[in-house]
């Protein structure tokens, strides 16, 4: 009995050391296969290297080279570099990365090491060595020089290596540029005709278009950057196939000089391929995103499309990000929009917190804004700040809407035409939105015709300035201040909202001097004095009808690894540069 017991006592014991012993060992199976993100503090799977990562765009690439618009720069991301970006390591608490707007002290260098303010009107860049253009005719691997990057700038600039005259780059309009200098191997020396507080940070990466650096030999000898297959970078990514309203595939760069600033020694990429699918219809790409025929939406998600994915694949992470505004332009140069009063009864027309309610599920701001949002505190004009006869402007108001149009000429309305993408993409268009607008406009007499175009058609009349009297347009941005008032309105800019049409400074001359004089600011604190008038000024005087900012998502499966939602790292950046640090991980 006594030795049965003890028996009993023994077995138990034993039973006990060996599930100890089996959870000992999980867990350091567990702690082996899971590392600490230095930018969020949460422990994820390690990374881990190969696999296809699978994304998307809901409309083809309507053009490759950035000296055409800065729209390439989502493509031009995978493939070329700028000197900077913001800081992958950085505690996103801080820095979460998901609006375009960057602050200047997340920037860490990339293609260069530092850079250096050596006097108020000029300021040196010193590259970083070993950097190497991908394997491919012509550059054939050979080093990245402070000469590339002299003679990309010169390209954008005018200011030599053949280039006599700036190209179409607006978010370097206004900055005085006098030299741009490789003075060594390794150096870049930048010369201004005056004080610039822009010029720094639009140079090293503000700039969408114009603060990549591309290849030379290939410029010279094709002309420009329009054929993918001439393309050669020193990015983390090379142009496979592109197959027209289907897709894009990328191969990993064997030789990419770069390592994760999260896990230093790890070698980047950790994919070994990008595939980017052309899907227009929105149905579709969340059809792709339920079936894991796609890893990653980036686009922008409406909430209705969440809650139906949430229903049947909760496992898909669906993370809010800060939005914007999908704002109806008016163009100023056409009649009736000439005259605020009719400016004005366009938005005291539409009810803003019901289409937050309604279209926007509640998750949305129905709070009126201007040109600039939430993340860009300091610069903009918030509504906290207006007096009560500005905020009665943006009130829903149909009675003193149809009063205005009377005094402006108008008492039985008129008719117009709206232009917006037939594919709901938060830029160029929202067909629910138009027709909800145009119902609210019809109660004031206003009969709108809803004009939905194909993206390359409405690209094609944003870039000539020939669109309609209303059209879809972005505003109400999380993107750098300065370069907003001095590009959202710019006659060069393909981003110039549709009220500016042609002879713009003509129209507004009062934003176009505010605009100069922020780019000219000597100091910080008179730059967002500035900008915040540039901002208040756009309110007042009504370009574009607000309809709220919309609640934006970006959706991804489990199996990505290392990303935290980041929408870009800066200067239109985007996912291209990301791509390269985050990792599959389906086990």
Not at 13 to 38: C, E, H, N, R, Y
Not at 196 to 211: G, H, K, M, R
Not at 218 to 242: A, F, Q, R
Not at 443 to 469: C, E, M, R, W
């Amino acid at each position: 009995m006594n030795r049965q017991k003890s028996k009993s006592t023994f077995s138990a014991t034993l039973l006990a050391l060996i599930m100890g012993v089996s959870v000992f060992m999980a867990g350091q199976v567990w702690a082996a296969k899971m590392v600490k993100d230095p930018s969020t503090g949460k422990m994820v799977s390690k990374p881990v290297y190969g696999g296809t990562l699978t994304t998307m765009l809901a409309s083809d690439i309507a053009y490759w080279d950035t000296y055409q618009g800065a729209q390439a720069a989502w493509i031009n991301s995978y493939v070329y570099e700028k000197l900077a970006y913001g800081d992958w390591a950085a505690d996103r608490s801080v820095y979460p990365f998901t609006t375009e707007y960057v602050p200047f002290d997340a920037y860490r260098g990339h293609l260069i090491e530092s850079w250096e303010e050596t006097s108020p009107t000029s300021f040196t860049v010193k590259l970083r060595q070993g950097v190497h253009w991908q394997n491919k005719a012509p550059m054939n691997g050979r080093e990245l020089v402070a000469k590339d990057v002299e003679f990309s700038y010169h390209r954008m600039t005018g200011l030599g290596s053949g280039f006599t005259k700036p190209g179409p780059c607006p978010s370097f309009t206004g900055i005085p540029w006098k030299s741009i200098t490789a003075t060594d191997k390794y150096t870049v020396k930048v010369e201004l005709k005056e004080p610039n507080l822009s010029a720094l940070p639009v140079f090293i990466t503000e700039s969408y278009d114009c603060s990549w650096v591309h290849p030379p030999e290939v410029i010279k000898k094709h002309g420009d950057l329009s054929d993918w297959k001439t393309w050669v970078g020193s990015g983390p990514w090379m142009i496979e196939e592109h197959v027209r309203d289907s897709h894009v595939t990328l191969n990993k760069n064997p030789d990419y000089w770069a390592h994760d600033e999260k896990y230093p020694e790890n070698k980047l990429p950790y994919a070994d391929s990008v595939v980017i699918r052309i899907i227009p219809d929105p149905a579709t790409q969340i059809a792709a995103l339920r079936t894991g025929k796609i890893d990653h939406h980036w686009t922008g998600m409406s909430v209705s499309q969440v809650e139906d994915l949430k229903k049947t694949n909760p496992e898909i992470i669906a993370q809010p990000l800060p939005g914007w505004a999908e704002s109806a332009g008016l163009r100023l140069d056409f009649e009736p929009f000439k005259d605020i009063r009719v400016r004005k009864a366009m938005q005291m027309a539409i009810d803003l917190k019901a289409i937050n309610d309604n279209l926007y599920g509640g998750l949305g701001d129905p709070t009126p804004a201007g040109q600039l949002g939430k993340a860009v505190v300091g610069y903009r004009y918030p509504y906290e700040e207006w007096p009560q006869w500005l905020r009665d402007e943006y009130a829903y108001n149909p009675k003193k809407a149809k009063q205005l149009l009377v005094e402006a000429g108008y008492p039985d309305g008129f008719e117009v035409t709206y232009d917006f993408t037939s594919v709901h993409n938060p830029y160029t268009g929202n067909p629910e939105l138009a027709q909800v607008l145009a119902a609210y406009w019809s109660q004031i007499g206003v009969k709108t015709k809803l004009n939905p175009l194909d993206h390359a058609t409405y690209q094609a009349n944003v870039i000539s300035k020939s669109f309609s009297p209303i059209t879809h347009f972005s505003e109400t941005w999380n993107y750098d201040p300065v370069a907003t008032v001095n590009i959202i309105h710019s006659e060069k800019s393909q981003w110039t909202a549709s009220m500016a049409g042609k002879g713009s400074r003509d129209l507004y001359p009062e934003h176009h001097l505010l605009a100069e004089m922020a780019q000219a600011a000597k100091t910080h604190e008179e730059q967002k004095f500035i900008v915040k008038a540039a901002d208040k000024y756009s309110i007042e005087q009504h370009w574009m009808v607000f309809p709220g900012v919309f609640p934006n998502f970006v959706a991804y499966q489990p199996w990505i690894k290392g990303y935290n939602g980041e929408r870009q790292l800066g200067g239109g950046s985007f996912f291209g540069i990301i791509s390269a640090r985050v990792w599959i991980d389906k086990n």
